[in-house]
C-alpha cells in the first residue's frame, strides 16, 4: 500500500529565505508524485509533478521538487520565498500502474514572516 | 470556464439531518472524486467516479453515498449526518486516472 509523510506539520520561515518542505513515499511499484498547494479558503492547486524524464521539476513561480528513488523522497525547494507562498502544501503520490487512486499527506503549513 | 464548482460553500446540519453537497465541472473530465480534509490528515477519498453512471467506493465510504447521472455531475450525499462528518469537503475531476485532478473550492460542512 502507498503512504505520504510530511515530515514537517508547520515550516516558519522569514521572506527571502530558502525553504525546503519534506515529503518521503512507500510504494511497491513506481509512482507519480504531486505537489499541491492551498491557499486559504481555497481549494488545492497543482503546483508541479513528476511522471517520468528528468528528476527535477519546476514550476512557473520558482519552486522546484526533486524526485530521488533510492531516498523515496520529493522534497520541495525555494531559493527565496515571498510572503504570498503562505499556504499549506500537500505532497501526493499515485500509483503509475494505471490506477487512479491519489494518496495525500498531511500537509506542511508554510507561514512567510516579513 | 467556470473549472469545478461546489454547492453550497458553508452548511450546518444537526444530527440525523440528510444534505447533498453538488459538484459541477464543465471541463468535459471523465472522473471525478470526492475528499474529505481534516485537520493534520490531509485529504481522504471518500468516493469517486470513472464516468457517467459510475460509481465507487474510495477510503472512508461509510455514511455518504454518491451519484453520478450526468458527467458534469457528482452529488455526495449524506442520509444521517454525524458529528464526525464535520469536515471540509473538496470535489475534483480529471481527464482520465492518470490526469492532473482538478479542485473545487470546497464545502465546510459543520454537525452540531
Known amino acids: 500500500a502507498q503512504s505520504v509523510t510530511q515530515l514537517d506539520s508547520q515550516v516558519p520561515v522569514f521572506e527571502e529565505a530558502p525553504v525546503e518542505l519534506r515529503c518521503n513515499y512507500s510504494s511497491s511499484v513506481s509512482v507519480y508524485l504531486f505537489w499541491y498547494v492551498q491557499y486559504p479558503n481555497q481549494g488545492l492547486q497543482l503546483l508541479l509533478k513528476?511522471?517520468?524524464?528528468?528528476?527535477l521539476v519546476e514550476s512557473i513561480n520558482g519552486f522546484e521538487a526533486e524526485f530521488n528513488k533510492s531516498q523515496t523522497s520529493f522534497h520541495l525547494r525555494k531559493p527565496s520565498v515571498h510572503i504570498s507562498d503562505t499556504a499549506e502544501y500537500f505532497c501526493?503520490?499515485?500509483?503509475?500502474?494505471?490506477?487512479?487512486?491519489?494518496?495525500f499527506g498531511a500537509g506542511t503549513r508554510l507561514f512567510v514572516k516579513a | 470556464n467556470a473549472g469545478v464548482t461546489q454547492t453550497p460553500k458553508f452548511r450546518v446540519l444537526k444530527t440525523g439531518q440528510s444534505m447533498t453537497l453538488l459538484c459541477a465541472q464543465d471541463m468535459n473530465h471523465e472522473y471525478m472524486y470526492w475528499y474529505r480534509q481534516d485537520p493534520g490528515m490531509g485529504l481522504r477519498l471518500i468516493h469517486y467516479s470513472v464516468g457517467e453512471g459510475t460509481t465507487a467506493k474510495g477510503e472512508v465510504p461509510d455514511g455518504y453515498n454518491v451519484s453520478r447521472l450526468k458527467k458534469q455531475n457528482f452529488l455526495l450525499g449524506l442520509e444521517s449526518a454525524a458529528p464526525s462528518q464535520t469536515s471540509v469537503y473538496f470535489c475534483a475531476s480529471s481527464f482520465s486516472g492518470e490526469e492532473t485532478q482538478y479542485f473545487g473550492p470546497g464545502t465546510r460542512l459543520l454537525v452540531l
Open positions: 513528476y511522471l517520468s524524464g528528468s528528476t
Open positions: 501526493a503520490v499515485r500509483e503509475n500502474t494505471g490506477g487512479f487512486k491519489t494518496i
